[in-house]
Nanobody, 115 residues
Framework: QVQLVESGGGLVQAGGSLRLSCAAS????????MAWFRQAPGKEREFVARIWSSGRTNYADSVKGRFTISRDNAKNTVYLQMNSLKPEDTAVYYC?????????WGQGTQVTVSS
């Protein structure tokens, strides 16, 4: 089992920045592929960014150049640095862990970007 707890969401003006954190327990972070997803009201959950256990990353086109995913294996924590935020980034952001093809989810953290 993997438990995930997100934090760092909040209200920010357009153009501002936020850093989300996801603390993992139950497995060592280095063994997990980690990702961030988001879900806006009335929309399906969508992929935002992923960092593989190797450290390789990939991003949704909508956030490339603005968001950065990183991991601190010593702290068992994954981060999502979000810069140049836009109102369309408003959503509940979920942390995801994949281990042996099984997915685990956090409870989500709300990010609201005002125009």
């Amino acid at each position: 089992q993997v438990q995930l707890v997100e934090s760092g969401g909040g209200l920010v003006q357009a153009g501002g920045s936020l850093r989300l954190s996801c603390a993992a327990s139950g497995r060592t972070l280095s063994s997990l592929h980690m990702a961030w997803f988001r879900q806006a009201p009335g929309k399906e959950r969508e992929f935002v960014a992923r960092i593989w256990s190797s450290g390789r990353t990939n991003y949704a086109d909508s956030v490339k150049g603005r968001f950065t995913i990183s991991r601190d294996n010593a702290k068992n924590t994954v981060y999502l640095q979000m810069n140049s935020l836009k109102p369309e980034d408003t959503a509940v952001y979920y942390c995801n862990a994949n281990f042996l093809d099984r997915n685990y989810w956090g409870q989500g953290t709300q990010v609201t970007v005002s125009s």
